[in-house]
């Protein structure tokens, strides 16, 4: 039986690990003027799609499962997950705009007209 935290395997959290690690990568590239946060994203996207095209169980394990048993297709996932995916990504990007454009907005001191004592 797979190793299960929560509910969700193992490898869920593997992914959530990797792309926190390239988001952080890619803000300190931002103050630092560098491009390993360009780097860490692509990284990050080729070992997610390398982790998503590996087959989850073997085939003799498929066939095994699937005599006398009627599979249900879920028709709408890739729209259920296209949007996820969108909304996650709004939401990052409006947090990021918010971060940059508000809070490390530069503020500097005003000059004092005189000095009283």
């Known amino acids: ?27 300190i590239s931002l103050r630092t003027q560098k491009y390993i946060g360009v780097a860490a994203i692509i990284l990050a996207t080729i070992v997610s799609l390398i982790l998503i ?3 989850r169980e073997s085939e003799n394990e498929a066939i095994f ?3 006398g048993l009627v ?16 909304l ?3 939401s990052v990007a409006a947090f990021l705009s918010f971060l940059f454009l508000y809070l490390m907005e530069p503020r500097s001191a005003k000059a004092l007209a005189h000095w009283n004592r």
């Open 71 to 86: 599979k249900i297709y879920d028709t709408l996932f890739v729209w259920r997950v296209t949007l996820v995916i969108l």
């Open 53 to 55: 095209c590996i087959p």
């Open 88 to 90: 996650g990504l709004s």
């Open 1 to 27: 039986m797979p190793t299960r935290v929560l509910g969700v395997g193992v490898g869920l959290f593997i992914v959530i690990l990797l792309w926190v690690t390239a988001a952080i990568l890619c803000c």
């Open 65 to 67: 499962e699937t005599e």
